[in-house]
C-alpha cells in the first residue's frame, strides 16, 4: 500500500458508533481497513509509508456545502482558509451569482456585483464562459497542477437572469425564459450539481415564482438539486421557506436551503417553527436538507441591504441613485423605516452593522467600525463603488443550536475571504462544529457531527464514492483531535487557523501534513453524476 494510519478512531461519516482500526490507502482510494488491528493480533496492512493515528479521530474529509471560493481556488494555492479546516470539497457558485454561465457583457457586470465577495479579478484570467470551460479551468488550476481542494457548482440563476434578461424588474417573456432553461440544462450537462439562487439579491431577486419553477423542473430532470437563498431570512423568513418548499415541490425538485437561518428579533426562539414545516414536508415525501453556520451574525455586502428597485439597471445604475440626493432619500426612508426587501424586511438597525472589508485601501479605517447612520454608509458605497462587505450582527444562539441538530443539516461556512476583517467562520466554521457544539456544548455527538459534515452531503450531492470511510471510496481523509479540535478565528483575528487538525488529504495525497501545508494541488472539479 502507498500509506497506513495505524490504530486511528473512525468515524466514518454515517453516524454509527466509531471503531477502532488501520485504514491503508493505494492509489488515492480506501484500499483496506482492518478493525481493533492490535488487540485481535491480525495481519495488519504494510504500506510504505505508516502513521501513528493513535489518540486522532480519521473521518472523511468535511465538505463545506456553501463556498464563496470561486476565485480564490485560482488565484491562491495554499488555500489555508480551508484546507487548514479538513475540508476536501467546496461548492461554488451560490447566491445566484458566479462567473459562468457569462458573456463578455455579463462577466463584467457579475464582476462588479460581487466584488465583495470575492474581489475584483484583476488579477485572474478569465478565460472561460461557460460552466464546463470553469470546471475544466478548475481542473488545470495552478500551472496545471490543480487546486488546493476539490470544488462542485451551482448554476447561478441571477447570472443566468442577467444574460436573458439584463437587470430589469419584469417576469422574462417566453423567449428569454427558453433561453435561460437552456442555458441551465447546459450547465448541468456540462456538470453543475444544481442551481442556486440569490432571492435578497438583483437581479436574481426579480424572478417570479412561476419562472423558478420552470428552471427547477429542468434541474429535477438532470438529477441536480435547487439552493436558493431565498426572499426573506427576516419578517418574512416562513413565508420564505415555505415558498421555496411549495415552488420545488411543484416542480419535482430536491431543496437544498442555503444558510438555513432564523435571524434578527422578530425570529427569535422561532426555530422550532421552521423544524416543523421542514419535518411535515418531508414526511409527505419531500426532498429537502439544509446548511449552517455554527455563528449568530451574518456577512454579505453593504450593498445589499438596498430594496430592489434601487439595483434595477445594475451597478452603475445603483451608483446613480445614491448619488441623486431625492433618490438617497428615498432609500433611506425603505431602509431605515419601511424595511427593504434587501433587508429581509426589516428597518436596519445600523448599530448591528460592522464593516468587514473595502475595495478601496484608503477606506481601510472604516474596517471594523459599526455603521453610524445612512450618511455613513452612503458615503460609504459611493466611495467603495458598491465593493464593502458587512457582518450584521442579527442572529440568535438558541435557534442556531436547535436548526443544527434537524436530521437534514449539513455544514457550510458561506466563508467570503475578502476583506482585512472576513467573518471568522471562512477560517472556523468546520473545527467550530467540533471543538464548541461538540467537545464544549455536548449539542451533537462526535459520530452525528461528522455524518453532518460528510455523509449527509455527500449523498445531497449524489457522489457515489465520497463522504465516507469506506473500502474503495476516494481516500478525502482528515486527522483531528477530539480533544484539541477548534477555530482559531475570532472576530478579532478572523484569519487565525484552526487547532488540532494535523493531517488533511485530497485524493490520497497530503495537503496539510504536522498541521502544515504541502505544495500539493490534489484538488479538481467534481461534477454533477445521475
Not at 421557506?241 to 425570529?267: I, K, Q, S, W
Not at 436596519?348 to 479605517?365: C, H, K, M, N, Y
Request: charged share 25%; net charge negative.
Amino acid at each position: 500500500m502507498d500509506l497506513v494510519f495505524r490504530d486511528a478512531e473512525v468515524v466514518d461519516g454515517t453516524g454509527g458508533p466509531s471503531y477502532r482500526a488501520d485504514v491503508a490507502i493505494e492509489g488515492g482510494r480506501i484500499a483496506a481497513i482492518v478493525r481493533e488491528a492490535a488487540a485481535a493480533g491480525c495481519p495488519r496492512p504494510t504500506a510504505r509509508r505508516s502513521v501513528d493515528a493513535g489518540g486522532l479521530v480519521l473521518a472523511p474529509g468535511f465538505i463545506d456545502m456553501h463556498a464563496h471560493s470561486d476565485l480564490a481556488l485560482l488565484r491562491d494555492p495554499e488555500h489555508l482558509a480551508k484546507a487548514a479546516q479538513g475540508v476536501t470539497l467546496e461548492v461554488l457558485g451560490q447566491d445566484g451569482l458566479s462567473y459562468a454561465p457569462t458573456d463578455d457583457r455579463t462577466l463584467a457586470e457579475v464582476r462588479r456585483a460581487i466584488t465583495g465577495w470575492n474581489g475584483s479579478g484583476d488579477d485572474i484570467d478569465f478565460d472561460w464562459r461557460t460552466v464546463g470551460e470553469y470546471l475544466d479551468r478548475l481542473d488545470r488550476g495552478h500551472d496545471g497542477r490543480g487546486i488546493a481542494v476539490n470544488a462542485a457548482y451551482l448554476v447561478p440563476q441571477g447570472t443566468v437572469r442577467m444574460l436573458a434578461v439584463g437587470w430589469d424588474d419584469r417576469p422574462a417573456g417566453e423567449a428569454e425564459l427558453n433561453r435561460m432553461r437552456r442555458l441551465v440544462a447546459e450547465g448541468l450537462e456540462q456538470g453543475a450539481v444544481g442551481m442556486s439562487s440569490g432571492l435578497t439579491y438583483t437581479p436574481g431577486m426579480y424572478a417570479p415564482d412561476a419562472e423558478l419553477t420552470e428552471l427547477c423542473r429542468v434541474v429535477a430532470e438532470y438529477g441536480g438539486y435547487y439552493c436558493p437563498h431565498h426572499r426573506s431570512y427576516g419578517a418574512g423568513a416562513l413565508r420564505a421557506y415555505e415558498e421555496m418548499v411549495r415552488l420545488t415541490r411543484d416542480a419535482g425538485c430536491a431543496l437544498h436551503l442555503a444558510h438555513a437561518t432564523m435571524n434578527f428579533g422578530v425570529n427569535e426562539g422561532r426555530a422550532p417553527e421552521l423544524l416543523a414545516l421542514l419535518d411535515a414536508a418531508m414526511d409527505g415525501g419531500a426532498d429537502i436538507s439544509l446548511d449552517t453556520y455554527p455563528y449568530t451574525p451574518g456577512c454579505t455586502t453593504l450593498v445589499a441591504l438596498l430594496p430592489s428597485w434601487a439595483g434595477e439597471g445594475g451597478p452603475e445604475a445603483v451608483l446613480a441613485r445614491l448619488r441623486d440626493d431625492a433618490t438617497a432619500e428615498r432609500i433611506r426612508h425603505h431602509l431605515e423605516v419601511v424595511g427593504s426587501d434587501g433587508c429581509h424586511g426589516v428597518p436596519v438597525d445600523w448599530d448591528t452593522i460592522e464593516i468587514s472589508g473595502v475595495s478601496e485601501p484608503g477606506l481601510a479605517p472604516y474596517v471594523g467600525r459599526r455603521v453610524d447612520g445612512w450618511p455613513t454608509a452612503r458615503r460609504l458605497l459611493l466611495a467603495d463603488r458598491l465593493g464593502s462587505t458587512i457582518l450584521q450582527h442579527v442572529g440568535h444562539e438558541e435557534n442556531v443550536r436547535t436548526i443544527m441538530r434537524h436530521r437534514a443539516h449539513t455544514g457550510g461556512s458561506d466563508g467570503i475571504l475578502q476583506g482585512t476583517k472576513p467573518h471568522p467562520r471562512a477560517y472556523g466554521t468546520f473545527p467550530r462544529y467540533l471543538g464548541r457544539y461538540v467537545r464544549e456544548l455536548d449539542v451533537l455527538s462526535l459520530e452525528e457531527c461528522v455524518a453532518h459534515l460528510t455523509g449527509r452531503p455527500a449523498a445531497r450531492l449524489r457522489l457515489p464514492d465520497r463522504g465516507l470511510v469506506r473500502e474503495g471510496y476516494v481516500a478525502d481523509l482528515v486527522l483531528f483531535d477530539p480533544e484539541t479540535v477548534g477555530a482559531g478565528s475570532t472576530y478579532a483575528e478572523p484569519r487565525t487557523l484552526p487547532t488540532g487538525i494535523p493531517h488533511v488529504l485530497v485524493d490520497g495525497r497530503f495537503v496539510m501534513e504536522d498541521g502544515r501545508r504541502t505544495d500539493t494541488l490534489a484538488g479538481r472539479s467534481v461534477r454533477r453524476t445521475r
